[in-house]
Nanobody
Framework: QVQLVESGGGLVQPGGSLRLSCAAS????????SGWFRQAPGKEREFVAA??????YYSDSVKGRFSISRDSAKSTVYLQMNSLKPEDTAVYYC?????????????????????WGQGTQVTVSS
């Protein structure tokens, strides 16, 4: 079983950047597909980005602004967020699922992912 711990959240002005990190322990991250979701107050958890079988996937709302990457040596997944907007404010969660078991159509579905971190708050405000 893998454990996930997010970090890097905080307060940033509109137009600014943040990089979130998700450190995996217990099992090597190479055994898992990885993703990022977010949840704003009163809203459902929504898909942000994923890394699966060497390919990356993004929601339309973040495409061109956010970038997901992995460092296998550090067993860490990153989410680089640029040109941040107030509507990006949310708790951001890292997710993982055993590699090869997540079908492409399920990538944006939060319930399809098996493992979750505790979340990190991102607030975009002037």
């Amino acid at each position: 079983q893998v454990q996930l711990v997010e970090s890097g959240g905080g307060l940033v002005q509109p137009g600014g950047s943040l990089r979130l990190s998700c450190a995996a322990s217990g099992r090597t991250l190479d055994n898992y597909d990885s993703g990022w979701f977010r949840q704003a107050p009163g809203k459902e958890r929504e898909f942000v980005a994923a890394h699966r079988r060497g390919s990356t996937y993004y929601s339309d709302s973040v495409k061109g602004r956010f970038s997901i990457s992995r460092d296998s040596a550090k067993s860490t997944v990153y989410l680089q967020m640029n040109s941040l907007k107030p509507e990006d404010t949310a708790v951001y969660y890292c997710a993982a699922h055993p590699r090869g078991r997540l079908i492409q159509s399920s990538i944006p579905v939060a319930t399809a992912w098996s493992y979750w971190g505790q979340g990190t708050q991102v607030t975009v405000s002037s």
